[in-house]
Structures are given as C-alpha cells and as structure tokens.
C-alpha cells in the first residue's frame, strides 16, 4: 500500500516536473491583443478616430477605452472583423463617421507655393518637395487619410476617388435574379 | 505513329461532354482579313504588367515596329500591326469581362503595310539568354488562353533543362477550332517552333497532344512528324483535356502539385499557336503580330481569320459575313470559360481565341438557380478532384478563409460544376468572385502594412529629430554660459534665455535671408515709394518680427 502511494506520487512529481519545465521552456510567444488589432486596421493613420494613428487606437481599443465602430476607412468589414477577433457584436459606425470610397490626394502644381505644410501634415511621408519647390503626392503611397488637404494655405490639394481599371477589377458578387420559373 | 500506339495514357478524374459544334468553322482554310483602316492596339494582352507605349500621337509606326516595350519582369512588347500614324494613344474598350476601358494605341493604316527590318535569329548559337531577351522584345506569350509571357517558360532556370516538352493542340472547349486549322495547315511549321523550345528547354520528349475529334489534324501532324521522334498522341475527348494539368497527366502520369507548376514534375507545355508564332519570330524575325481567331455561333460564315492584333471585333465580325438576325450577344472563347464582349469595337488581343455569337436557340436563358441541394454532381465533374459545393457554400457567405482551406486557388474556373448542376447555380462566378475578392484582400494588406511601416518610421524620425534639435540648443547654451555672457546664478532661467536669444536670432536671420524677388525690375519711382514703406515698417520693427518667429515655428 505504501509503495503503491509512492509510487504513485512519484510519478506525479516526475510528470509535474516535466510539464513544468516544457511549459517554460516551450512558451509561445503569442502576438500581444495590439498587434492584432493593428492588423485589422487600415493603417490610414487619419485620425478620425480621434487617436493620433491607428496605433493608438489598437492600443485604446485593447484597453477597451475606445469602442470597435471608430473607424470609417476600416468601414463595415472592419468593425465585423474587429468584432470576430474580440468577441463582441458588431455595430454600425459611430454617428457622424461614415466610409468613403478609397482616393488619394493630389496636389494641383500650378497652384503650389512650396510652403512645406502638407509634408508636415502626412503620416506616411507621401509628399515630396521641399521648401519654395513644388511638392507631388506619390499616389502608390497616399492613404488617402486627408489630413494635407486642411493645412494647405493656398487649396491646391484635392481628394481624388481612385477609379477602377482593369488591374484593380474585382469579380461581382454574383447575383441571382429571382425570376419565376416558366 | 506506332510510338504513339504504344504509349500508355492516364485517365483523369471528372469532365465533361458537352455538345462539341466544332463542324461550323472547322471546314473551311484559315483565311485571311483585308487590311483594315484603323488598328486599336491595347498594351495590356498578356498577363503581368502592361506593356509602356513608346509612341507619341502623330507618329509614324511601320508594321511590326515596338509601340509597347515591356516593363518589369513578367511583361512583353507590343507591335504595330501595320504602317500609319498614331492617331491616339488613350483608354478604349477591351476585351476583358469588366466591360472597362484600358490603355491602347490607335493606329490609322496608311495602306503601305511597309515593315521594319526583321532579321532572323541565329537560335542555333545564339546565347539563350540573349534569345530569350529578343523573344521577351517581341511579345511572344502563349496563345492558349493565359498569355503568359513565353521567354519565362521557355527558361529552364535552376533545372538546367526540362525532359518533357508537350505541345498542346487538345483544343478541347467547344466550338472552337483556331488550333486545329492551324495543325491541318501548317504542321511543319508548328514543328519547327517546337524544335527551338525542345533546344532551349533541353528537353528529351516532345509529345504533342491532340484530342481524338480531330483526326485531320493528328494525321497532318503525325506525316509532319515522320522521321523526327516527335510523338504525336490522340488523347480521348473530354472536356477539359486541354488543360494544362490534365494534358501533363493524360500524357505521362504526373500530377502537378497543388499550386504548383508543371515544371515542377519536369514538364514543360506550350499551346501549338505559341510554336507557331515562336517559328515565325525565329525564322523571320518577325514579333508576334497576328494570330488564328475562329469566329462562329449565329454568324453568316463561320470559319477560321488570321487576325492582326488590334482588330476590332466589328470587322472581324464583318469579315465572317456578320451576325445573323436576332443575335443575343457575342462570348470572347468558348461558351464554357469565355466571357460576354461587352462592345464590338473592343480589339482582338493575344489572348482572344474565338469570338462566338450567340442566340436565343443555341444558347437559351439559363433557368433561374435553385438552392444547391449537395447531390455531388459537381465533384463527380470537377477534373481537379475539389467538392464545388462546399467552395460554393463559403464563397456565397463569403468566408474566404474557408474556401482556401478546402483549395480554392486550384480550381482551373474550366466549368464543369456550373455544367453539372440540376440547381443550374453560376458555380463558376463564385469562385471568381472569392479569388478576386482574396486578391485584393492582399494587396489592401500589403499597402497597410507599407503604410504602417512608413508611420512608425516617420514617428522616429520626428523623435530623433526633436531630440537632435534640444542637444543641438543645449550645447549652444552651455558654450554662452561658459562665455559668461549670462549671469550664472540660476543656470536653468539662463539656459532658457539663451534658447529664446538663438531661436530669435535665427528667426531675425531667416528673415533677411529672404528678399522678395518680384520687385527687381520696377521703375526707380516704385522703388523708392517700396523703400519708404520698408522705412515705416521698420519703425515699430519688434512685433512683426515676434509674428515671423512664430510662423516659422513648425507645428510638431
């Protein structure tokens, strides 16, 4: 009986010990809530969520400080997966929030004094000029978060709707018409 | 023949036997089209990036003269059709399923037809990569469908070489027979193409597939072949036997990985249209120009056109005597992967092999669809052994993660699950609409994480920056109080005073720096009456300058 009881829990004691070990020795780094909710982002760094980034706004949102639905550029799909990923329901986008479609800033050069004051405003560094020069947007980098467009002394900045061409179409939905069988 | 007798074929899972309708346009010889006063050439026709025009509007192009140079990689010229003048250079209707405009150039025939100098190729001794280089300049890209540009297939990279080279002349969708005129008609040349793929791959077997509905064709192919050990093989008719993955396992047994290629199993194919486009450039130096088009359906005469690249569909229309009454609308391929043309002045590309024209007998209305029932039709027909009701089940609710776990991106979009289905469920769509809808789920990633890279990277710097600024004004400071310029009883008020006393001197600096220019050439009068307003201004001088100092601040 008393070798059986040692036995026993000396076993448990080796196996204990081992899980114990492993558990140390094999931890998974598992990614923090923030990177995963920076990730669901679109990293349009506009503000208007009223965090300076996206980053803070994972950041707000991990601490549960900020709801789910501040997001326009995210839009609809980016609350939804906001919601999978935290297991709340999803909700519509906050009042006086709403999705545009994707576009970019473009800068009218005729119109440009180089004053430097969109390049100070773009949180991706998608303005080039300097200061008396022309300044351009490059288009493949511009979020399209409008952030140069206020700053502008002169209003040579317009939002531009990027346009679907033939590289960028997508495939519809497709929709069934219910039509009655003959 | 007798090799081919021999060889063992595999037999692969699924397909379809759909009504063939290839007698329409088969029996008539490959004719050819008028030159035509006006040529669109888009130089979007291969797959990859599209090609750069290098012509401006107004200039004269000789036929066969670069107006699109490749740019980037997977990229291919593009070539005047015929001799004229650019007359635009802009976005015109294509034939691409999204009915959009995309990028052309516009060529009016001047009627000469002059060419440039096309000089033959040495492939014998020329150093494949250079040959490759000159395939790439003259916008060879398979002509089976895909276009993919044909100097990266025909590179045998790392492997050194390939084994096996297969020619693929199935042609195994209905209605269309631009492949199988061309082996009738010219099978010696379509040989010698496969000759130079068969040096630049290394390859030790050339096999060329055809499907048994098309005996003409395996018998002029087969007399081309006496003498060479080029093994023409009749393969079993059933749809899809001309895909690529179908073809290579028909032929020798291989199966090609899940997303990968067949060089992968030491297999390299090629469509019998790209060997003969690839003889012509060789022979003759001659960029890729035309290509075999069958036009049929509800036409007047259907048959074969050797097409000029950027004709439009309207001429080539014309040329088969035109749509009969009460067409319903025109499918660029055959009717089981082709798409709706959406305008008749959309051009032929490399890509467009049949132009078909449909009415309401031939092709009815489909009936509406009905919920899917799971009966398994579909999976019995996919030759790619996938279940298309479970892909169309996440697909239609949009759970894209799901429809790549059960292996969306290897369905060849061939057509035989729509084919099948009692429900009569546009199965096909739905497996377009979730690879797109995947794709542009990437790219929007790989611009947010670009974007959130380039935010970090900018937050940095403005860091680094301020901090660089505060020791920069720290030391500054420090140097004045060593001068015991200030008093060095509180150092902390003294530091800041010196701070102000630079910040203000470098603003007053600034300031004279800049002399407006736009007053150099004035008369004296106005520069005097200039120089007295600058003399009163000067008076109260302080504040002004308080508010420049400001200005130049940058906001952080």
């Not at chain 1, 939804?80 to 929030?97: C, F, N, S």
């Not at chain 2, 089209?33 to 130089?43: F, I, W």
């Not at chain 2, 680094?464 to 030391?475: D, G, N, S, Y």
Request: charged share 25%.
């Amino acid at each position: 009986m008393l070798a059986a009881i040692l036995v026993m829990s000396g076993i448990a004691l080796v196996l204990g010990g081992i899980l114990g070990w492993a558990a140390i020795r094999f931890r998974v780094e598992e990614d923090p809530l923030v990177e995963k909710i920076d990730a669901i982002l679109p990293q349009t760094q506009c503000g208007q969520c009223g965090y300076p980034g996206c980053k803070p706004y994972a950041e707000a949102i991990a601490k549960g400080e900020a709801d789910i639905n501040r997001c326009p550029p995210g839009g609809e799909d980016g609350v939804k997966r906001l919601a999978e990923l935290l297991g709340v329901e999803p909700k519509p986008l906050d009042e006086g929030l709403t999705h545009k479609p994707k576009s970019v800033a473009v800068i009218d050069e005729n119109l440009c004094i180089g004053c430097t004051l969109c390049i100070q405003a773009c949180p991706v560094d998608a303005i080039v000029g300097a200061a008396k020069q022309m300044h351009t947007v490059i288009p493949e980098l511009c979020t399209g978060c409008e952030l140069c467009v206020a700053p502008c002394p002169v209003d040579c900045i317009h939002m531009e709707v990027i346009k679907e061409d033939v590289s960028s179409w997508k495939w519809r939905y497709p929709i069934i018409s219910l039509k009655r069988a003959a | 023949m007798s090799a081919a007798r021999g060889r063992k074929l595999y037999t692969f899972p699924g397909g379809v036997h759909p009504e063939e309708h290839k007698a329409e346009s088969a029996g008539r010889p490959i004719a050819a089209m008028p030159l035509l006063p006006l040529y669109v050439v888009p130089l979007r026709q291969h797959i990859g990036e599209p090609a750069r025009p290098v012509v401006q509007v107004g200039q004269q192009v000789l036929r066969g003269q670069m107006i699109g140079a490749p740019q980037g990689y997977v990229s291919v010229g593009v070539h005047a059709p015929t001799s004229g003048r650019v007359v635009a250079v802009e976005p015109r209707p294509v034939p691409h399923p999204s009915g959009l405009k995309d990028l052309c150039v516009v060529i009016e025939a001047d009627g000469e037809d002059r060419a440039i100098d096309m000089t033959p190729l040495d492939w014998h001794r020329m150093d494949p990569s250079a040959l490759r280089n000159r395939l790439r300049e003259m916008g060879l890209a398979g002509l089976g469908g895909a276009v993919f540009p044909s100097f990266i297939k025909l590179n045998p990279g790392a492997r050194r070489q390939i084994p096996i080279l297969i020619l693929n002349g199935a042609e195994c969708e209905p209605w269309i027979t631009c492949d199988d005129r061309l082996m009738r008609e010219r099978a010696s040349e379509i040989l010698i193409g496969a000759a130079i793929m068969r040096h630049m791959l290394g390859a030790e077997q050339v096999l060329v597939g055809i499907e048994d509905n098309k005996p003409e064709a395996i018998a002029c192919m087969t007399a081309a072949a006496v003498g060479s050990d080029v093994e023409v093989v009749p393969v079993p008719t059933v749809y899809p036997a001309g895909g690529g993955k179908q073809l290579t396992y028909t032929l020798t047994g291989r199966v090609t990985p899940s997303r990968g290629l067949s060089t992968d199993v030491g297999v390299q194919m090629f469509n019998v249209g790209t060997a003969y486009s690839l003889y012509r450039a060789v022979t003759f130096g001659e960029p890729l120009l035309s290509r075999i088009v069958t036009v049929t359906g509800h036409v007047a005469s259907p048959g074969n056109f050797e097409v000029r690249l950027g004709t439009p569909v309207a001429d080539l229309l014309a040329a088969a005597g035109g749509e009969r009454p009460q067409a319903t609308g025109r499918v660029v391929g055959g009717p089981m992967m082709g798409f709706e043309l959406h305008d008749t002045a959309a051009p032929v590309t490399k890509a467009v092999n049949c132009i078909l024209v449909k009415n309401a007998q031939l092709f009815p209305e489909p009936p509406p669809p009905m919920p899917c029932i799971r009966c398994g039709e579909c999976a019995r027909a996919c030759p790619v052994e996938l279940q298309p009701f479970e892909l169309y089940w996440y697909a239609h609710h949009r759970d894209f993660g799901k429809t790549q776990a059960y292996h969306l991106f290897d369905c060849i979009e061939c057509g035989c699950c729509s084919y099948v289905c009692p429900s009569h469920i546009p199965l096909v769509d739905f497996y377009r609409f979730a690879k797109s809808e995947i794709w542009a789920r990437e790219r929007e990633k790989q611009a947010a994480d670009q974007a959130r890279a380039r935010h970090e990277f900018r937050t940095f710097r403005l860091e680094r920056e301020k901090q660089e600024k505060a020791e920069k004004l720290a030391k500054k400071a420090a140097e004045r109080l060593e001068s015991g310029a200030v008093a060095a009883e509180d150092p902390e008020a003294a530091r800041k005073k010196a701070i102000l006393a630079a910040a203000i001197e470098k603003a007053k600096k600034a300031k004279e720096a800049v002399q407006p220019k736009n007053v150099d050439n004035l008369p004296a009068e106005v520069q005097r009456e200039i120089a007295a307003i600058e003399a009163r201004r000067r008076g109260g001088a302080d504040e002004p300058e308080a508010a420049a100092t400001a200005r130049t601040t940058p906001n952080p």
